[in-house]
């Protein structure tokens, strides 16, 4: 009896607060079970809650950081909380989800606050490729936090939500904190999903869990999803041709503010998830495309999520003043990714695919062109002045030498697309002895 009153008290000292709203709203309802729930430090509660459950039938693991202790400030009993989740995560094969608002580290514990963010920043490191990690910042995110955040698969913003390194930031207004807006950050591809509000990120955040994989051993799906009976016509861009492959209201763009002219979303495909990439010929691919393209498609190959790319465009931005920034880097990561991949790979050329564009994308397992598509060394109006004769660039040439598969019909791509994947599902690739790539950075 005396036990049960004293359980009774501890729980009325726990605030009804933001985090646990935000855990609640994440996990379905009733399934929530939490762990170390009475863990302090100093006597006061944790600043971090933590457990696991089912998010839309599946079962994961998530910590929120509790702004009403202490700011949400980090201390080695937070610390240990959350590194027993990515352990438990690991251990059962299921995801993390992350939610981030602390006003950074407890300063009272002096030096082992920074040995607190190290344990975590391992524990998070440990199980990258082996569970999904999705980060949702609703608030602040600081210091050893935003690279934390930063790690993750996949980081969602809430709109107020702010993450930098160090502070205060000078925005080009004038203005405190303006490098730190969610704005910015996805601006900059440190966000991946902007979100208006904190239930508009938990929702976002449980679609990506319905999509991902539960571990690096399991297939990728959500059969309910609709099917799609949408048509594509040659005229479509690439997001619309992706749009009408995929299954009903199951695609999730990722990193829409940063790389103007790549466009990358999460989708299902006969209720299996698949990644897509598309180029946009409007414009060439500059660096900030090639490093959006390579960390996504490096996401899909971990998880073994076949990688559909719908290919047009008029090749890499030549300009001095980028490649002196390091442009060639982030291109060379791109061809590097692509080549590394094991996962399966299928490539649609739907318009144009000149010179070292068409060479990075290149190692697709099956690749299609559509009719009209122009492939060649390089633009055939840039060889007429170059070689004083015109390249036969069309999709039937390049079919001739086996530079891809098949020449479509746009109306047939769906059906092209889905029977590639399907006959690359049981894809092995015994990858040579070695640590892992010595990926360009």
């Known amino acids: 009896m005396a036990l049960s009153k004293t359980l009774a008290e501890m729980e009325q000292n726990v605030p009804d607060s933001d985090a646990r709203k935000r855990i609640a709203a994440l996990f379905d309802e009733d399934s929530f079970r939490e762990l170390d729930k009475f863990m302090s430090a100093d006597g006061e509660l944790s600043s971090v809650v933590a457990g696991f459950g089912n998010i839309l039938g599946r079962t994961a693991y998530a910590y929120a950081q509790d702004v009403s202790v202490k700011g949400g400030a980090v201390n080695k009993s937070a610390a240990m909380k959350i590194k027993k989740i990515y352990e438990l995560a690991a251990k059962n094969g299921a995801p993390v989800v992350a939610i981030f608002d602390s006003k950074g580290g407890d300063i009272n514990e002096g030096m082992a606050v920074l040995s607190a963010y190290g344990d975590i920043i391992k524990a998070s490191a440990e199980i990258s490729g082996v569970v999904p990690q999705v980060a949702v910042v609703c608030g602040v995110c600081a210091g050893a936090a935003a690279m934390l955040a930063s790690m993750a698969d996949i980081t969602v913003m809430t709109e107020k939500a702010e993450l930098f390194m160090t502070a205060p930031f000078n925005a080009p207004d004038g203005k405190l904190g303006g490098a730190g807006t969610a704005a910015n950050a996805a601006k900059a591809g440190v966000c991946d999903i902007l979100a ?117 465009t008029k090749g890499f931005e030549p300009s001095s003043a980028a490649e002196l920034q390091g442009s060639v880097r982030d291109f060379a990561k791109l061809a590097q990714v692509y080549a590394s991949a094991t996962t399966t790979k299928v490539n649609l050329i739907k318009g144009e695919a000149y010179g070292a564009a068409f060479a990075a994308f290149d190692s697709a397992d099956i690749s299609y062109a559509w009719e009209n598509a122009s492939i060649a060394p390089m633009a055939p109006e840039a060889a007429k002045v170059f070689m004083g004769e015109e390249l036969d660039a069309s999709a039937f040439n390049a079919a001739a030498l086996g530079m891809v598969e098949g020449v479509i019909y746009a109306e047939d791509t769906k059906e092209a697309i889905a029977s590639a994947i399907e006959l690359c599902s049981s894809k092995r690739v015994a990858a040579p002895s070695r640590k892992h790539a010595n990926f360009v950075f």
């Open 196 to 312: 208006k509000d904190d239930d508009d990120a938990i929702a976002k955040a449980k679609k990506l869990v319905a999509v991902l994989p539960s571990n690096n051993i399991s297939l990728a799906g959500n059969d309910e999803f609709e099917e799609n009976d949408a048509e594509i016509a040659a005229s479509m861009k690439g997001a619309d041709v992706i749009a009408a492959i995929a299954d009903k209201n199951s695609v999730v763009e990722l990193g829409a503010e940063f790389g103007a002219a790549a466009y990358t979303a999460l989708a299902s495909v006969n209720w299996a998830t698949v990644a897509f990439v598309a180029t946009d010929k409007a414009e060439k691919l500059t660096a900030a495309d090639s490093a959006k393209i390579a960390r996504f498609v490096q996401l899909a190959d971990v998880f073994s999520i076949p990688v559909v790319t719908v290919l047009d």
